[in-house]
């Protein structure tokens, strides 16, 4: 899998990108959110990367943010919600404005982006709700929340927990932990708490 990128831009054609990685050209799918942050073009840049498989397809997804990566995951997850959807509403909203609409239950503000009717933003909101919790706590805690605790919820979330189960794991984690060792001992956690 794919997780990081790390190269030069060398096109920009939204929401396509192409990067030039040792020789190697990847086209990069982003939301308009990671491109309007993307520099100029023979600059350097970073995106935290998703790489998607399909009978039909391997398509490769950047993202600016962790967060961004963490929606979009979540996103993909609930039924009837591809890549190119979960593109769409990281275009029209932020991480922050997501969560406020969740929080809120707030239908007409997913109803906005492009391709999301009513019924489908209120299954969205349905199906967010319990999932939300993690992303706020990436994007508002900033600094309070360490390196590995992020990483550890991240694979949390990845691997199909909740955000209830995923942080009482978090709870438990000793002081100095490694990521490996903290998704090692969540899982133990979660694995005696069913």
Not at 95 to 104: E, I, K, P, S, T
Not at 109 to 123: D, F, Q, S, W, Y
Request: proline fraction near 3%; glycine fraction near 8%; aromatic fraction near 4%.
């Amino acid at each position: 899998m794919i997780g990081r990128i790390t190269g030069t831009l060398l096109e920009k054609h939204p929401p396509l990108v192409l990067m030039d990685v040792n020789g190697i050209g990847y086209e990069i799918d982003v939301p308009m959110s990671t491109f309007c942050k993307l520099p100029d073009i023979g600059e350097k840049v970073t995106l935290h990367t998703h790489f998607w498989v399909r009978e039909e397809a391997h398509l490769l997804f950047g993202f600016m943010t962790e967060q961004e990566r963490v929606l979009f995951r979540q996103l993909t997850k609930i039924s009837g919600i591809g890549a190119r959807t979960g593109l769409a509403i990281l275009s029209g909203l932020s991480v922050a404005d997501l969560h406020q609409a969740v929080v809120a239950q707030d239908s007409m503000r997913l109803t906005k982006v492009p391709g999301i009717g009513k019924k489908t933003a209120e299954r969205l909101l349905l199906e967010l709700r319990d999932r939300i919790s993690p992303l706020s706590a990436l994007s508002e805690t900033g600094g309070t929340m360490s390196v590995v605790d992020k990483d550890v919820l991240s694979a949390l979330l990845a691997l199909g927990y909740n955000d209830r189960e995923a942080n009482r794991a978090l709870e438990q984690l000793s002081e100095g932990v490694t990521v490996s060792d903290g998704i090692m001992q969540s899982l133990k956690f979660l694995s005696k708490v069913k």
